[in-house]
């Protein structure tokens, strides 16, 4: 079975500051790791992912993530973070092993960031 | 720019009424989810399919519940009769299933309100 915690209901930040929306995972074997963003009103938009290689992963609007294996974990951060960043952030994990497609997701972070 | 379309976006009907929700995956896309999203379950997987075939719809209640892929250009859920509890954000997303580098395009959702 393969799981995903997100710890914080709510991440708050000042603009310009660095934020870390946290992540941890659950899984037989190796995992797939994803994080898609919510806005009000819309459907889950794709940020980034990680299958292999560089632990580091770089997405979409200047998000970044980091695959910590031994501590499970994998984080989505920002340098420096935008007003138009608030939104509800999910993390997903898959199996790779698994012979299914699914993708366990967790409950979601609302990211609030203030002018 | 290829995207999963829904519809309707907006849908309110009384309980026992009949509901469709359709969705139209991306061209190409050879696995198509339906999600269902609420406050207080987050985000569920109903039901999946790879080349239109049903591979997984444990959860889905069975009972009033059905999800079919009629082509390769249609999904359809379907629930009879409503409930109230079924009020949710209902999602479609479509997928290519290439190795395990694959993400999942989500649709922006039927707001679903049984009244």
């Known amino acids: 079975a393969q799981s995903v915690a997100q710890p914080e209901d709510q991440v708050n930040v000042a603009e310009g500051n660095p934020l870390t929306v946290k992540c941890t995972y659950s899984v037989s074997g190796n995992p797939y790791l994803f994080w898609y963003v919510q806005y009000p009103n819309r459907g889950l938009q794709f940020l980034l992912k990680y299958i292999t290689g560089d632990n580091l992963v770089k997405g979409s609007y200047g998000f970044e993530a980091e695959f910590n294996k031994s501590q499970t974990s994998f984080h989505l951060k920002k340098p420096s973070a935008l007003v138009s960043d608030s939104a509800l952030y999910f993390c997903?994990?898959?199996?790779?092993?698994?012979?299914?497609?699914?993708?366990?997701f967790g409950k979601g972070t609302m990211l609030l960031v203030s002018p | 720019d290829a995207r999963v379309t829904q519809t309707p976006r907006h849908k309110v009907t009384e309980m026992g009424q009949e509901v469709t929700m359709r969705c139209q995956p991306i061209l190409g896309h050879n696995t198509v989810f339906w999600y269902r999203q609420t406050m207080m379950q987050g985000l569920e997987l109903l039901a999946y399919f790879r080349n239109r075939a049903p591979l997984d719809d444990s959860g889905m209640p069975k009972d009033r519940f059905s999800a079919e892929m009629p082509d390769a250009t249609l999904a359809t859920l379907k629930i009879q009769p409503s409930e109230p509890r079924d009020s949710a954000v209902y999602f479609c997303a479509s997928g290519l299933r290439a190795g395990g580098s694959y993400e999942q395009y989500f649709g922006p959702g039927t707001r679903l309100t049984v009244t």
């Open positions: 997903a994990v898959r199996d790779k092993n698994s012979g299914y497609s699914t993708l366990t």
